[in-house]
């Protein structure tokens, strides 16, 4: 292999995608799709078995990404801009010497797609969350015609990716990785942040046709949960076809990254972090999209890989309840960066590197819909809820409770046993908890009495 290329600061890098669920993945089980290349990360890496995404919906869970703070602290519902003044993960790798750089679905800056299509709004220079390079788009939900635009004054672009909108913006990321290999070659040290975020496996469910082509909807395996109506299933079985072969697309190209991380020879000098904003129903429950606190909407994938010497690394699978707010805190750990105050996630790190000192990790995640969207196929109230370590679920409306599981005995949530009497002192003990983490992160909502 030669001379390896490293700092003294390890690379990291993002890698996620819109609305892929954490069961859809061939090392969670799933017998519809093949993503070895995830698989393999995973294997070689830390896999978080519990992560979740405890906002269900794109703009308020990417706010939490990059700013590692509660939705109702940041961004609250669909289509509002990260407020003003608020600094961001790439902010403190600014400050650390790194470079920093963001290609893709940004969906940050409060464009409402009822005054034009999102895809042609240009994000101003100083909305675009302190990334130094950024390449990307507001919202798109079309992968076949994905514009993309950046820089700014005489050297600001918009134009029209030539290909499927996964495979462009990874060229566009491994072209970067390159340019970083070459300055590396010519004797700069500084290491790199860089984000690659994708509208896949978002609907529309279509993929390239070497993907698509692999899946039919009368070869998809429905979870047990999906209820035994036509119109359900049939519906799940045409939007998961497309799903998967997206997923498996997204696959690929995680696999082009790894391999032009080889090719610029910074493969054991760079973290690989693998996730996604939310979840997917796709007709668990008769339930379609997102928004909900079920187990496919919420759940997602979460990976930290990418090559480390042996004595370097942890490897296996970690039942950590790693939520939205914590990604951003864990990755400036993994980078032995410390957490800024503003802050509300939980640094997670010490589960990939035996150095790094494990923190104090909370007993259960909080999960929210603070402002919904009223969109169809979502649910149309406010919600709080948590998930405990040892494995239930609470959730509630304003004044009311809602949900309650044992996800121990209960994985696909078909025994709601909120409101049976049987499980009193419990619901009681799980609102108690809930109420705790509406004081701690300065929430307002009306909890029920009991």
Request: overall charge negative; aromatic content about 10%; glycine content about 10%.
């Amino acid at each position: 292999m030669g001379d390896r290329k490293k700092t003294d600061r390890p690379n990291v890098i993002w890698v996620f995608g819109d609305q892929h669920r954490a069961q859809a993945l061939g090392c969670s089980g799933d017998p519809n799709v093949h993503t070895p290349n995830i698989d393999n990360l995973a294997a070689s890496g830390v896999y978080f078995n519990r992560a979740l995404s405890g906002f269900p919906l794109c703009c308020p869970t990417r706010g939490s990404l990059l700013t590692g703070r509660y939705p109702h602290r940041c961004v609250p519902g669909h289509e509002h801009r990260l407020p003003e003044g608020q600094p961001t993960i790439a902010d403190v790798f600014n400050e650390e010497g790194y470079s920093t750089a963001y290609f893709g679905k940004w969906h940050l800056d409060g464009y409402e797609e009822r005054n034009g299509r999102a895809a042609f709004h240009i994000v101003p220079p100083e909305r675009r969350g302190g990334f130094k390079h950024w390449v990307g788009y507001e919202n798109n939900n079309s992968p076949w015609d994905c514009w993309v635009h950046g820089g700014e004054g005489d050297e600001s672009f918009h134009y029209r990716l030539p290909g499927f909108e996964t495979d462009e913006l990874t060229n566009l990321l491994i072209g970067h990785i390159h340019e970083r290999s070459l300055q590396a070659e010519s004797g700069s040290d500084q290491p790199f942040f860089a984000v690659l975020s994708v509208q896949p496996p978002h609907n529309p469910y279509m993929a390239p046709e070497a993907f698509q082509g692999k899946h039919t909807p009368g070869k998809i395996e429905l979870r047990p949960n999906v209820p035994p109506i036509e119109n359900i299933r049939s519906q799940a079985g045409r939007d998961l076809a497309g799903y998967y072969a997206m997923i498996e697309n997204l696959d690929w190209n995680l696999g082009r990254i790894r391999d032009s991380l080889r090719e610029a020879d910074l493969d054991f000098n760079t973290h690989i972090v693998f996730f996604s904003d939310h979840g997917d129903l796709h007709g668990s429950h008769g339930q379609f999209n997102k928004t909900s606190p079920l187990e496919e909407a919420i759940r997602v994938p979460f990976i930290i890989g990418g090559e480390r010497p042996f004595y370097d690394r942890k490897t296996g699978t970690s039942a950590a309840l790693l939520n939205h707010v914590d990604v951003a805190p864990t990755t400036l750990g993994l980078c032995g960066l410390e957490v800024p105050a503003w802050m509300d996630g939980t640094d997670y790190s010490s589960h990939r590197l035996p150095e790094n000192v494990r923190t104090v990790e909370p007993d259960s995640a909080y999960l929210q819909s603070v402002i919904p969207t009223g969109h169809g196929h979502s649910v149309d109230k406010p919600w709080r809820g948590i998930i405990t370590n040892d494995g239930w679920k609470y959730v509630c409306f304003e004044g009311i409770s809602w949900l309650m599981f044992n996800l121990n005995e209960d994985p696909y949530e078909l025994m709601n046993v909120a409101h049976n009497s049987v499980y009193a002192d419990k619901r009681k003990e799980l609102l108690g908890k809930l109420r705790e983490w509406v004081e701690r992160t300065g929430d307002s909502f009306l909890l029920p009495a009991n």
